[in-house]
């Protein structure tokens, strides 16, 4: 298992938690980096919680090693002035849940930009504005001051609100959406953007928590995650440096570029059929019983199931051709496991579980 600490952490905190953990059993080994603190632990790791680990104040991710990457994500504000070569000087967030309130939270934080912010409730922004994330509320008399615009809703009202502030967004200004999808939003806005003379890209934080709304936000949300970049142009390096620089704030691990088509063919794999499985998975009238005998596998499983049904139903239902095909093949291979169970032929079974595990070792390591 692998601790990252926040870089706050103290000597003393750290000694106490390595302390603590020797003390179960397990060695460790400490590296310390400009950017990070890293605490490896090693021995029978199984009998520690992550959940538990990230829970300690000074603990900012657990990863056990089989899930972990192969190096450690490096934030993109490598260079304390990456921001400033952006020439961002305002910065606005439209929508202020777990996702716009951590980016404004972030940017607040980690750089000196003016912070404005546009919330569907007011009683929102007047809190953002109380603790000092917001300098104002974001309107359609100042949108024009902002640099870099942000809108964090579900991807229908990013597409309308974005037109309908297009006429008051400032010409050259940067506007980074943080929809799941990508396809209508980027054939929509790319448009908006030409016609009214800002530079619109398609973006998607691969971070979130299981609640949502704005008192969940912080500003390390992003931290060493994956920022999915989608340019109309993926070759012109010029707006990829710009992008990567606006926001360096947000300490994003790694910027993935691609086109609108692969962001929702992959994203249909990797993040709506694991929301679909778990959903339907969790109906199983066995779950009403299963206290006292689910562990680990048992909560990774269903940790998706508790979702937000009416965002989901508009992203399910926008990229239902992709979806599709996913379920198409789960349900087929799926099929191969009941069939040999059926049959009673445990050399298939083997083959079918044998398959399984090269594939997760080809694709993640072990």
Same mark, same amino acid.
């Given at each position: 298992?692998?601790?990252?600490?926040?870089?706050?952490?103290?000597?003393?905190?750290?000694?106490?938690?390595?302390?603590?953990?020797?003390?179960?059993?397990l060695?460790?080994?400490?590296?310390?980096?400009?950017?990070?603190?890293?605490?490896g632990?090693?021995?029978?790791?199984?009998?520690?919680?992550?959940?538990?680990?990230?829970?300690?104040?000074?603990?900012?991710?657990?990863?056990?090693i089989s899930?972990?990457p192969?190096?450690?994500?490096?934030?993109?504000t490598?260079?304390?002035?990456?921001?400033?070569?952006?020439g961002?000087?305002?910065?606005?967030?439209a929508?202020?849940?777990?996702?716009g309130g951590?980016?404004?939270?972030? &940017?607040?934080?980690? #750089?000196?930009?003016? /912070?404005?912010?546009?919330?569907?409730? $007011?009683?929102t922004? +007047?809190f953002? @504005?109380?603790?000092?994330?917001?300098?104002?509320?974001?309107?359609?008399e100042?949108?024009?001051?902002?640099?870099?615009?942000i809108?964090?809703?579900?991807?229908?009202?990013?597409?309308?609100w974005?037109?309908?502030?297009?006429?008051?967004?400032?010409?050259?200004?940067?506007?980074?959406?943080?929809g799941?999808?990508?396809?209508?939003?980027?054939?929509?806005?790319?448009?908006?953007?030409?016609?009214?003379?800002?530079?619109?890209?398609?973006?998607?934080?691969?971070?979130?928590?299981?609640?949502?709304?704005?008192?969940?936000?912080?500003?390390?949300? &992003?931290?060493?995650? #994956?920022m999915?970049? /989608?340019?109309?142009?993926?070759?012109? $390096?010029?707006?990829? +440096?710009?992008? @990567?620089?606006?926001?360096?704030?947000?300490?994003?691990?790694?910027?993935?570029?691609?086109?609108?088509?692969?962001?929702?063919?992959?994203?249909?794999?990797?993040?709506?059929?694991?929301?679909?499985?778990?959903?339907?998975?969790?109906?199983?009238?066995?779950?009403?019983?299963?206290?006292?005998?689910?562990?680990?596998?048992?909560?990774?499983?269903?940790?998706?199931?508790?979702?937000?049904?009416?965002?989901?139903t508009?992203?399910?239902?926008?990229?239902?051709?992709?979806?599709q095909?996913?379920?198409d093949?789960?349900?087929?291979?799926l099929?191969? &496991?009941?069939?040999?169970?059926?049959?009673?032929?445990?050399a298939?079974?083997?083959?079918?579980?044998?398959?399984?595990?090269?594939a997760?070792?080809q694709?993640?390591?072990?």
């Open positions: 298992m692998i601790l990252v600490l926040k870089k706050e952490a103290s000597a003393d905190q750290i000694h106490e938690l390595i302390k603590w953990i020797e003390a179960q059993g060695k460790t080994n400490l590296s310390q980096g400009d950017y990070h603190t890293i605490l632990l090693i021995g029978d790791t199984w009998k520690i919680d992550p959940e538990l680990m990230e829970s300690m104040e000074i603990v900012e991710s657990a990863r056990r899930e972990a192969e190096v450690l994500p490096v934030p993109i490598l260079n304390p002035d990456d921001f400033t070569r952006s961002v000087k305002t910065v606005g967030i929508g202020l849940g777990l996702i951590s980016f404004a939270k972030a &940017y607040k934080a980690y #750089s000196d930009a003016k /912070v404005l912010g546009w919330n569907r409730s $007011q009683g922004i +007047d953002a @504005k109380m603790e000092g994330t917001l300098d104002d509320a974001l309107t359609e100042n949108i024009g001051e902002c640099d870099l615009i809108p964090c809703f579900y991807p229908d009202r990013i597409i309308s974005v037109k309908e502030m297009a006429p008051h967004i400032k010409k050259g200004a940067l506007v980074i959406d943080a799941g999808l990508k396809r209508k939003i980027c054939r929509e806005l790319y448009a908006t953007a030409k016609e009214y003379g800002f530079t619109f890209v398609g973006g998607h934080p691969m971070a979130g928590k299981r609640y949502s709304g704005y008192k969940y936000s912080t500003g390390r949300l &992003y931290t060493g995650s #994956s999915i970049i /989608v340019p109309e142009n993926p070759e012109d $390096q010029d707006l990829l +440096d710009r992008v @990567k620089y606006a926001l360096s704030p947000c300490r994003f691990g790694q910027l993935t570029v691609c086109t609108p088509e692969n962001h929702d063919e992959m994203i249909a794999f990797t993040s709506e059929m694991p929301h679909i499985v778990s959903n339907a998975f969790i109906k199983s009238p066995t779950a009403l019983s299963h206290q006292g005998f689910s562990a680990g596998s048992y909560k990774d499983m269903t940790r998706v199931a508790w979702l937000n049904e009416t965002m989901w508009e992203i399910f239902m926008e990229n239902k051709d992709f979806i095909n996913e379920l093949f789960l349900i087929n291979a099929s191969e &496991y009941r069939d040999a169970l059926r049959d009673n032929d445990s298939r079974m083997m083959q079918l579980l044998h398959d399984g595990k090269m997760k070792e694709i993640d390591g072990a």
